[in-house]
Nanobody, 124 residues
Framework: QVRLEESGGGLVQAGGSRRLACALS????????MGWFRQAPGKDRQFVAG????????KYADSVQGRFTISRDNAKNTVYLRMNTLSLEDTAIYYC?????????????????WGQGTQVTVSS
């Protein structure tokens, strides 16, 4: 059974940076395109970034374009989300997700597996 485990969340000051990681186990990592989503209190889960199977293609939400970078290391079965210039609006639980068939899709329904999430809190 495929399992995803996020790490790297925590408290960070506005303007700061953070790197999240998500490790996949129980499957062949290179078979999955990966995505990062986030969910703030009282809001729907929203797409943040996606990456294809070998890392050649990436997609970003407009709200994070130019500040966040998604990358992957297939040798380590891990996808990363580098977050720079964080603002209060970036506070959320961040989830990684895996899909076999969709390249960096922004739709939650396209993803087969989800992690439990990691909290990122940006303080002023």
């Amino acid at each position: 059974q495929v399992r995803l485990e996020e790490s790297g969340g925590g408290l960070v000051q506005a303007g700061g940076s953070r790197r999240l990681a998500c490790a996949l186990s129980g499957g062949i990592f290179s078979r999955y395109a990966m995505g990062w989503f986030r969910q703030a209190p009282g809001k729907d889960r929203q797409f943040v970034a996606g990456i294809d199977w070998d890392g050649d293609s990436t997609k970003y939400a407009d709200s994070v374009q130019g500040r966040f970078t998604i990358s992957r290391d297939n040798a380590k079965n891990t996808v990363y989300l580098r977050m720079n210039t964080l603002s209060l609006e970036d506070t959320a639980i961040y989830y990684c997700a895996a899909t076999e068939y969709y390249d960096g899709s922004p739709y939650t329904a396209h993803y087969d597996y989800w992690g439990q999430g990691t909290q990122v809190t940006v303080s002023s």
